[in-house]
């Protein structure tokens, strides 16, 4: 049986985003991208509190 996930190709469009991404970060000014990672990570904080479990029930599901 014949896996659709590529694991290279996958490693490899992993590794070209995150160097697309550094020189992005290099080649603008702080402000710029620290201010879009805060609004980032703001929005997974915030996504959080709409996860519909509690952290005990997840916990208690991964450990099955």
Request: aromatic share 16%; charged share 30%; glycine share 0%.
């Given at each position: ?6 694991k290279?190709?996958n490693?490899?469009?992993r ?50």
């Open positions: 049986m014949e896996s659709k996930f590529d290279k190709q490693m490899k469009e590794l070209e985003f995150l160097h697309f991404y550094s020189q992005w970060v290099k080649s603008v000014p702080n402000e710029v991208w620290s201010k879009q990672q805060a609004e980032f990570i703001d929005s997974l904080f915030d996504n959080a509190k709409n996860f519909p479990l509690t952290p005990e029930k997840y916990l208690k599901s991964i450990r099955r």
